[in-house]
Nanobody, 121 residues
Framework: QVQLVESGGGLVQPGGSLKLSCAAS????????MTWYRQAPGKEREAVAA???????NYADSVKGRFTISRDNARITVYLQMNSLKFEDTAVYYC???????????????WGQGTQVTVSS
């Protein structure tokens, strides 16, 4: 099993910044793609940013130029630096990891518990 613990959410004013962290622990062979999702009230969960094991990144159009995803493989942690936050960024942010538990096996998907980000004046 892989456990994911998110932190860094909170209340911020429009234009402000927050940095989310997601630390992974447990037994696994390799972590593949690590992704941040978010879900706003009444809306479907959407992918915000993803980073592969070799560092390639991808972003939703709504956050390009404002959010930066990174990972520290030594600390088994993925980060989401969020700048120029807008009201519409308010949501619960979830960490998602595809982990390979043993060589030559298919990856398994794991989710964190979520952390609330509220952008309000």
């Amino acid at each position: 099993q892989v456990q994911l613990v998110e932190s860094g959410g909170g209340l911020v004013q429009p234009g402000g910044s927050l940095k989310l962290s997601c630390a992974a622990s447990g037994r696994f062979f390799r972590l593949n793609t690590m992704t941040w999702y978010r879900q706003a009230p009444g809306k479907e969960r959407e992918a915000v940013a993803a980073i592969t094991s070799d560092g390639s990144t991808n972003y939703a159009d709504s956050v390009k130029g404002r959010f930066t995803i990174s990972r520290d493989n030594a600390r088994i942690t993925v980060y989401l630096q969020m700048n120029s936050l807008k009201f519409e960024d308010t949501a619960v942010y979830y960490c998602n990891v595809r982990a390979v538990r043993a060589p030559w096996t298919q990856p398994t998907e794991y989710w964190g518990q979520g952390t609330q980000v509220t952008v309000s004046s």
